[in-house]
């Protein structure tokens, strides 16, 4: 994360009952040969799950909630107590997300055979993609659905509307004159991918909201645990720790006509720099950075359009003024320009002055051209 998630952060109640739920369902699967309601728990979560099931719902052609759960206790049985009780006790001892993060156990369901594996992935994209906004249990868990939570989540006294992963897209468009419950929202990203770790799908330490580019362009199904060559990794957790002090950015050949800019991490602890690398993979957060800021000469122009050297210079310093906590709250890419504004605040620009001066000429040339036609 760019940014750590705000300590007020709400907890989701249908995700930390829905979650609960499973590993009620998987403690009470030990020692039993008969799959019946007392599988789930005695309340309205376990009655809506037992509900929701195919034979009370004449219009569903595919499995519903107790099927899926059906087929996962099968798929158990089949494979013998000795299974159950690892995976019971997997779930029961890997509640805590920050441990988890802070000592991965990157191979924790390989134990587990693959008919199982399948079963268990299938209850639990169930139970986040559908079982979640079914009624009763928006009703049993205090009435506040995944909009609520997510208005409350993106409120600016809470995380604010700018994505925690990267700081350079809005969560969702706010648009006036619309009740909060039909807003447009973020999806929620799996930190630890369902596909890889199913017990934690609905775990409500590992959903956060991003944006549209850091969860479906960039991040996918990527295990945050492990690179693509299965190298093991580390990574940041998204509740107290965060990458904006770590970077920094900074130019390259800035007398050529048109300068790179790069971003670069601004630590030498091994860990950490684990960790960024890590987090700029997932979200490619550099390829973003370098592609936005390719041209100097157009930030200058979109951002500053300057006058003379003078004006240029002043503007400069007015932006590289640090943002507010509210601004960065508020304002996609507020962190990522402040950044940029100063470093440039620092560098000898005169070679670069040279050359807008020349430019600004061309334009005002080009310009007259037009006129006198
Ligand atoms: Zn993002």
Redesign the pocket.
Known sequence: MLFRLSLNTPKFEVFRLLNAELLHFLEHSLNKNDFDRGLFTQGDIGQSCWDNARENDARATKDLTRDKFEKLFIALNQSGEAIKRQLFEAMRDQQNMRDFFTAPNRDLLLFLPQPCFVALKKVATHLYCATKDLGPIIAASGGSDIMSHFNAFRAHAVNGNV?K??G??KLAVFRAGVVDGDQWRADYDHQLCKSKYPIFAVHPDNLIP??D??NQDAKKAKDLFRDSDGHERLTFYPFNEEAKELISIQFENLRDPEPTIKVRWATRDDELLNKLDTWDEV?EIRNRVEGQFRSLEAIIEDEISPMDQAHLEMRIRDEARPKSIDTLKRKEWAFWYQKLFSVLEQIDMSPFIAKWDFVQQQASDGGDYIMND
């Open positions: 994505c992963a990267c350079m897209e991003l944006c580019v850091c979200y």
